[in-house]
Structures are given as C-alpha cells and as structure tokens.
C-alpha cells in the first residue's frame, strides 16, 4: 500500500508539473500566433492512451510517462519532423517569428514553472504556515544517528553556530554545510565550547543515507501510548511513565535506551519508570525485533515550537522569497554531483529517488512541497545549455540576437540528435543507479 500510495503521487505531481510546463510554451506559442499541433501529456509512441482535436491542435495522453510534450509546427524539436523544415517557411511558423518571440516561446515552460512555486509555496505559507521548534529551545541538545557522529556531532550537543554564524532552526545544520559550504560547526558539550571541523569527504556519508535528516531534539523518554499485546503494556508499563534506567544502566533520553533495547532483542530487561513521583521497577522482555513496544511522546509535543501565521497578501511575497532560497539551495546541492571527495555523481537519482522522497501516508502539505520542490528543479535543469532542452534552444537563440546570424537548420537537427543522446544517457544513468540500490 505504501508503494502504492507513493506511485500515485509521484505521477499526479509529475503530471501537473509537465502540463503547467507545456501550457507555458503553448499559451506563448499561441500569443505569438504560432501554430501548435499537438498538446500531449505523457508521449504517444505508436498510439496514444486518450487524444482529441480542438481548433489546429490534437489534445491527447500518451501511455510513456516519462514527461510531455507540444509539438510547435516549424520547430525543430523531439519529433525531428525533418519533411516539415523541407518546405518553405510558412508565417505560422517557429522558425518565421522574430528571435525575441522564440526565445519567450521557448522560456515559456521554465517560466510557468517557476510561478508554479511560486504559487504553491505561497499557498502553503498562507492555509498551513511555518513552525518549527527554535534551536534555542532544545534543553537537552540534539539526539544524532550515525551519519551525523560521522561528522563529529554527538548526542547532547548544543549547536551553537554554522561558519561563525548562528542558526534559528537546527535542521539548517546540514544545509550550512552542504549547500553553503560551511565547515565549522561550533557546538556546546559538556559545558565546554567545541569546534568541529567537517571534512569534504564526509559529507558522502549524508549523500548514501536514505533519508532527510539526521539530527533531532534530544528527549527525555516518556511513554506517549501502547500498542494491544504489547510487552510493555503487557508487563505493567503505562502511558504517561518516563524510562530512566534498563538495568540499572541510566537511560533517561531517548537515544540512550533504543541501542541498549536493540541489543537485548528476545532478553528481559529490568526497566526503571517513573510514574507520578514513584519509582518502579518492572522486569519486561524485549520483543525478538528489538522493540520495547511503545510509542514516545515526540519532540513537537515536548518543545516549545514557534509557528509564523500568514494572511493572503502576506503569504505572496513569503512565497516569493522562499522559492528563491530553495532554488538556491538546489543549485548549491546540483554542484555536489561534480565533487570527486562528496561523490556526488554515484547518488544522481532518477524516478525510483523521486518517489522514495513522497510520504508513506497521503499528506496534502507535504504533497505540495514536493510538487513545489520538484518544479523548481524542473525549471532549472530545463534552463540547463544543453541541446534538446529548453536552455539549448535558447543558447542558440541568444547567440542569433548577438551575432545576427541564425544556426542553420542542418546544425539544429544535429544539435538536438546530440542532446537526446546526452538526456537519454543522463536518464539511463541516474534510473540505473536507482535499480543498483535497490539490490545492495
């Protein structure tokens, strides 16, 4: 069902953000009076799953979903419709308008995506807001997994600053240090002030982890609830009680007592507990997977969080400047693939990465980030100087308007036989590395 679910929404944000893109180089197609011949989502090899005609322009779904389409007459392009550039230039033509109304045409898709985020980043300050717990409001630090110690953070830690610069939030750790390229991480252990230098070849160890973040609030472990026929439950243990030892052993937080459960797994554990100002002490077994079956009182609701509200007009330049830093922040990480010491290149992603990304349940705000995300990252690598994207066919037309000399149609058509083969390798590439993941 997971799967599932995450199929469904990797295809309806991909949809939506190929019909906005293709919209883009049709309304501008269409403004510039230029005829349009087909509007597809999906590509249509063979035949196509759904299609109609409306006026000069064949609407349809393909059955590949790997992207979309329209298919701009006197365009040299994916269809390479060599018959077409044969006869003689018609006005209704691409290739017959003005070079400054082929380079809008051509930036029409990566603009419309880009007011995409613009608008649904917006959308989402305005119906959910921002909040988050503040950096100075962890009591007990942080709680890291391994990929963190790899950098030297410790559980316990208080982060007290990125590069000489402090942070508000401390899930912006890790985008200090990838993205913006700091490498001190200064933090507070035991009482003493710590500077930690963070090597280029450590950050590899974020880039092979399978997941977002790695570092969160350190908790003290309290018992928010149990499930049926659990062996805590079934062992005395309630909700509301706090873990403060397994055999004696201090475990107060809540990354001090799961390693010692793990390795009990299938063991009885003295668990020590704290239940309104008594102390018990409780003999449990471990369940044979390593869990003491309970679910803890998470972070949101031990912390203090600070939520920022946003009104309509409010949320539209909030929108507008949160699509930019995440645009930024997506270049920076894009420069990671061509960093020998990060490795960056072994970890280029395709549909299978893309997915992994979507949430396990349907979660409407969450969607929308990601559609927000993906629409950006859609833009640039579209914007990209490479034959067969947009970026390719707008670097020729803005060598035409400095040179006044336009690429010969025999240079186009090899131009774009050279990109397909470089975006169908890249595609190859990237989808094949997901497909090795999944059996390592």
């Known amino acids: 069902m997971i799967v599932l679910i995450k199929t469904v929404q990797l295809i309806l944000s991909l949809s939506i953000l190929v019909l906005i893109h293709e919209f883009g180089h049709f309304i501008t197609a269409r403004w510039f009076k230029t005829k349009v011949e087909k509007f597809y989502l999906f590509f249509d090899p063979w035949f196509a799953l759904f299609k109609f005609r409306k006026g000069e322009t064949e609407y349809g779904v393909g059955w590949l979903p790997l992207g979309g389409y329209v298919k ?16 003689p230039p018609q006005p209704w033509e691409f290739r017959s308008k003005p070079a400054w109304q082929r380079l809008i045409i051509m930036l ?40 963190a110690m790899h950098l030297g953070l410790q559980s316990g830690d208080h982060i007290l600053s990125v590069g000489g610069k402090p942070i508000e939030q401390y899930t912006d750790v890790f985008a200090r240090v990838m993205f913006d390229g700091e ?19 450590s950050l590899k160890y974020i880039l092979n982890a399978d997941k977002a973040s790695f570092i969160e609030p350190r908790t003290l472990f309290f018992i928010d609830s149990l499930p049926e026929n659990s062996p805590a439950g079934n062992a005395g243990i309630k909700a509301k009680d706090q873990l403060i030892a397994l055999d004696s052993i201090p475990a107060l937080f809540w990354d001090q007592a ?12 003295a668990v020590t507990l704290l239940r309104s100002g008594d102390t018990l002490k409780l003999p449990v077994k471990i369940s044979e997977d390593g869990t003491l079956g309970v679910y803890r ?35 920076k990480q894009f420069r990671l693939i061509f ?25 409407w705000q969450s969607f929308w980030n990601i559609t927000a995300f993906l629409s950006l990252a859609l833009a640039f690598m579209n914007l990209l100087p490479i034959p067969a994207l947009d970026g390719g066919h707008v670097l020729f037309t803005l060598v035409e308007m400095i040179t006044g000399r336009k690429p010969s149609d025999k240079f186009l058509e090899y131009a774009q036989v050279v990109g397909m083969v470089i975006l169908l390798s890249l595609m190859v590439y990237a989808n094949g590395n997901d497909i090795i993941k999944l059996f390592k």
Not at 183 to 201: F, L, N, T, Y
Not at 258 to 269: A, D, L, R
Not at 307 to 322: D, L, M, V
């Open 108 to 147: 029409g898709g990566i603009i419309m995506n880009m007011i995409l985020a613009i608008f649904i980043y917006s959308m989402i300050l305005f119906a959910w807001g921002e909040e988050y717990i503040p950096n100075a409001n962890l009591q007990y630090g942080i709680a890291v997994d391994s990929t």
């Open 183 to 201: 490498r001190i991480i200064e933090v507070e252990r035991a009482g003493e002030k710590v500077d930690i230098k963070v090597e280029d070849s």
């Open 72 to 87: 701009i007459a006197g365009m040299i392009d994916e269809s390479m419709d060599k018959e077409q550039m044969k006869q």
């Open 339 to 363: 960093n020998r010491k990060t490795e960056g290149y072994k970890h280029l992603g395709g549909f299978i990465s893309i997915g992994k990304i979507m949430t396990p349940t349907w979660d």
């Open 297 to 331: 009182v998470l972070p949101d609701k031990l912390y203090q969080s600070k939520k920022i509200a946003y009104g309509f007009w409010a949320s539209i330049p909030a929108g507008w400047n949160k699509t930019w830093e995440k645009l930024a922040d997506y270049v």
């Open 258 to 269: 799961v390693p010692y459960i793990v390795s009990h797994k299938g063991k009885t554990v």
